[in-house]
């Protein structure tokens, strides 16, 4: 039995912030995007992994008001768990991250104690994307 990742899911609150930030500034490619409900699902691959689908949308879309109401609070507080990236160059790739309009610089390129060169930003709905250095 072989098993493999082929899906993540990424809340946002500004689906067009979102795709500026993942298409526009990381270089992810849009597979396809899906409207239903007044929502949006856009999915994103890499160049380099074009298996793993990355699918951005919002935390009311296909909920409960109720559910869609406490995922908004805890993106808002930014209480998501990392999404990591990794970058044959992460000293270009920090530049033009840390220059987007909505990104939060949380860590500089820098190279941690377990040995990995990494920097930390937050995405323009807040969440927290380590980039490593491939």
Do not use: C
Request: net charge negative; glycine share 6%.
């Amino acid at each position: 039995m072989t098993i493999s990742i082929s899906t993540v899911h990424i809340l946002v609150d500004n689906p067009e912030a979102a795709l500026a930030f993942y298409r526009d500034t990381l270089g992810l490619k849009v597979f396809n995007e899906v409207a239903n409900g007044g929502f949006r699902w856009v999915v994103l691959t890499t160049e380099s992994q074009p298996e793993i689908q990355i699918v951005l949308s919002q935390p009311h879309a296909g909920r409960s008001q109720e559910d869609g109401d406490a995922l908004a609070a805890l993106l808002a507080k930014g209480e998501f768990r990392t999404v990591q990236f990794r970058s044959d160059d992460l000293d270009a790739t920090f530049e033009k991250v840390a220059a987007a309009p909505g990104v939060e610089v949380l860590q500089e390129p820098a190279t941690q104690p377990w040995g990995a060169r990494d920097a930390a930003v937050r995405d323009p709905a807040g969440n927290m994307v380590r980039i490593e250095q491939a």
